[in-house]
């Protein structure tokens, strides 16, 4: 079996099929998302490793005011409702990265992944330490859902939609893609190192605990509430 070039070490043999993801090899040395568990994090960035056994992948979710860059073969996976996920690619070092913030803008001095000014400043800047390069990155934005039924007089969904469409444009960066508003939370699964992105739209029975269960950055009730029928977009 062939094996694309960037599929090498415990990828390559987890594509073969001989290394189940999140195992111990027969070696004995560690597991890539054990490995990725024991690694000092930053403040804000995601670590919440575990093996995707739909995609075949170490993954990692990025909860509420949360980001994740990489150049490793992995998933950055979320689950939004009005929040905003930007992920942003550089093709020139296959890089890349996912945030997710709740609101546009809130108080400077908190410097919390929460809010769009704070988090698109840290995800682009996370990205440069990592050697990608502003004039070659381009976005893609998900999310902004009008989750709650009947609240449009500030539609949080649409502020942060405008928003993050106002800074990249400012930053220069193109949105190459994008799946925002509507009424349908979504679920998004971000390569970083092809900058390939599948959104799910989902089904909830109840959208009102949906946003409440967001802004507590409560993933798995968000996850257990949206739940089935779902259709993929790719």
Request: proline residues 6%; aromatic residues 8%; hydrophobic residues 40%.
């Amino acid at each position: 079996m062939s094996l694309p070039p960037n599929l090498t070490g415990l990828a390559a043999g987890r594509a073969a099929g001989a290394v189940p993801p999140g195992k111990v090899l027969p070696s004995g040395r560690i597991s890539r998302v054990d490995e990725l568990k024991a690694q000092p994090r930053k403040p804000g960035e995601a670590s919440f490793f575990y093996a995707d056994h739909h995609f075949q992948y170490d993954a990692v979710k990025v909860l509420p005011g949360e980001y994740f860059v990489s150049n490793e073969d992995m998933v950055v996976m979320t689950v939004l409702g009005s929040c905003i996920a930007a992920c942003i690619w550089d093709g020139r070092s296959r890089t890349g990265g996912m945030n997710h913030f709740m609101l546009p803008d809130g108080d400077s001095a908190e410097g919390s992944g929460r809010y769009g000014s704070y988090a698109m400043e840290l995800l682009i800047n996370e990205m440069l330490k990592l050697g990608a390069r502003r004039e070659t990155m381009q976005a893609k934005i998900f999310g902004g859902a009008q989750v709650m039924a009947g609240f449009t007089t500030m539609n949080v969904g649409e502020r942060n939609t405008q928003f993050v469409l106002d800074y990249l444009a400012t930053e220069r960066i193109p949105v190459v893609s994008q799946d925002v508003l509507d009424i349908h939370p979504r679920k998004v699964c971000f390569f970083p190192v092809t900058g390939k992105a599948l959104v799910k739209r989902l089904a909830h029975s109840h959208p009102e605990t949906l946003a409440v269960e967001e802004r507590r950055g409560n993933a798995a009730t968000v996850a257990k509430s949206t739940a089935g029928g779902s259709v993929d977009l790719f």
